[in-house]
């Protein structure tokens, strides 16, 4: 139960620094799950599953995200003790008129969430590449104690959306 006290703890400190750090971070709970298809059957638990989920982001209006990541089932899946696999991949696409809600870093982290009880976060991050006007966006895992090279990227070239409205430059919003 102490290490259960102490886990908690370590979890309000990282969302209370990703608060002081700056920006707004989509969690998983901000994700809407949009379908799963099973991959492995599995007789008494849930089975292994592909499950995509959709985000907007939040400092980008106009752009949402779609990610697609294996979850285990079976008895630790359901547990919540298994380590879901890094593979996972993203689109991401402009769905409205761009605008942008204040400026960013290159590489800010637009979504995180946890993949194990405590070793592993799979996070989207962003960029912008100023001279194409376009948005990138980049998935990735990774552990605390070994990096993972599992990653996707997906680019949103910001264009007009509606009559004759030029959209945002990218690089007039980042920082630094």
Known sequence: MMWLRSLTGRTVAAGLAALVVG?????????????????VWRPLTPNDKLVVYGIDDPEVGGVACWYTQPEKGGIKGTLGFAEDVSDISLACRQVGPVQFKD???????????????????MQIVRGCDAKR????????????????????????????????DAPPRCGDFVKG
């Not at 920006?23 to 991959?39: L, M, Q």
């Not at 400026?103 to 405590?118: A, C, M, N, T």
């Not at 966006?137 to 680019?155: E, L, R």
């Open 23 to 39: 920006g707004t971070v989509a969690r998983a709970d901000d994700a809407d799950r949009i379908f799963d298809k099973s991959t």
């Open 103 to 121: 400026k960013f870093k290159q590489g800010e982290v637009v979504f995180s969430e946890r993949r194990s009880l405590i070793f592993k976060s």
């Open 133 to 164: 006007n376009t948005l990138i966006y980049m998935v990735y895992s990774d552990k605390v104690i070994q990096g993972s090279p599992k990653n996707s990227t997906s680019a949103v070239p910001l264009m007009p959306w509606g009559a004759g």
